[in-house]
């Protein structure tokens, strides 16, 4: 059975924070306009915006489920 610890509340704070980072990366040539405006810039920018658009939500969905009251009661020993 999976459990929510407090490895598991790291490994979403840090995958959330590396799909803003990997989004960043890939929206900042459009936004500089080192690339050529052809198809690949464009797709690779657009997964970029949904990367950046996707990393909030994986946060708020582990913010909403570590505060259910048992997961909440067993991240409480969690050391910061």
């Known amino acids: 059975m999976w459990t929510y610890s407090c490895s598991v509340m790291r490994a979403t704070v840090l995958s959330s924070a590396l799909l803003f980072a990997f989004g960043l990366a890939a929206q900042l040539p459009a936004v500089v ?14 997964l970029g915006l949904l990367a950046m658009l996707l990393s909030p939500i994986v946060l708020v969905a582990a913010v909403v489920v570590s505060s259910l009251p048992g997961i909440n009661r067993r991240l409480g020993s969690c050391q910061h």
């Open 33 to 46: 306009e080192w690339a050529e405006p052809t198809l690949t810039p464009a797709l690779i920018s657009y």
